[in-house]
T-cell receptor, first 113, second 112 residues
Framework: DTEVTQTPKHLVMGMTNKKSLKCEQH?????MYWYKQKAKKPPELMFV???????INESVPSRFSPECPNSSLLNLHLHALQPEDSALYLC????????????FGPGTRLTVL | GNSVTQMEGPVTLSEEAFLTINCTYT??????LFWYVQYPGEGLQLLLK?????DKGSNKGFEATYRKETTSFHLEKGSVQVSDSAVYFC???????????FGTGTRLLVSP
């Protein structure tokens, strides 16, 4: 299995809702990432988990809360989002090796009303 | 600091034309270099990579060579197809870090 899966594919939520994005990989990778991508822009790193511990938080607002229940799963909990948070949210994973290539999932298209 | 500069798009070509998308980088140390492709409505797919100077990455007819002397990693394909229409991102990973640094992306449009 060489893919990263993400659910749901699309999500529409109101500003008072609580929702979660899920990501799963079965490649034995020990690093997992959340990115946010706005239209016509490159992905922006949000969080990095390494060996199930949060290693990088790129000063993301607290309305985004990551969680890594085990080495294969990564969640992103969403609460009290703003319309400007509407974007494509991408999950990625990687080995801890010299090349450092990351493998991306298909993304969740989030719309905040 | 670490940065990647890509040519502005869109790049518009006819089918079977030769493709070059320029990418130059600034980095400390010896980064790994990547090209990712993003088709409409999808995530990023790793297209090819190179981890040291003079390495050539290749995949699906695309090639790029890690040129340390010119700090470049230009993407080339000899004959593009309509199905190659997508956004192409050049990226680097500074050795020992976990942060990909992306260029701004170049949209490629191939017409029949």
């Amino acid at each position: 299995d060489t893919e990263v899966t993400q659910t749901p594919k699309h999500l529409v939520m109101g500003m008072t809702n609580k929702k979660s994005l899920k990501c799963e990989q079965h490649m034995g990778h020990r690093a997992m990432y959340w990115y946010k991508q706005k239209a016509k822009k490159p992905p922006e790193l949000m969080f990095v988990y390494s060996y199930e511990k949060l290693s990088i938080n790129e000063s993301v607002p607290s309305r985004f809360s990551p969680e890594c229940p085990n080495s294969s799963l990564l969640n992103l909990h969403l609460h009290a989002l703003q319309p400007e948070d509407s974007a494509l949210y991408l999950c990625a994973s990687s080995q801890e090796n010299e090349a450092g290539e990351q493998f991306f999932g298909p993304g969740t298209r989030l719309t905040v009303l | 600091g670490n940065s990647v500069t890509q040519m502005e798009g869109p790049v518009t070509l006819s089918e079977e034309a030769f493709l070059t998308i320029n990418c130059t980088y600034t980095a400390t140390g010896y980064p790994s270099l990547f090209w990712y492709v993003q088709y409409p409505g999808e995530g990023l797919q790793l297209l090819l990579k190179a981890t040291k100077a003079d390495d050539k990455g290749s995949n699906k007819g695309f090639e790029a060579t890690y040129r340390k002397e010119t700090t470049s990693f230009h993407l080339e394909k000899g004959s593009v197809q309509v199905s190659d229409s997508a956004v192409y991102f050049c990226a680097l990973n500074p050795y020992g870090f976990q942060k990909l640094v992306f260029g701004t992306g170049t949209r490629l449009l191939v017409s029949p």
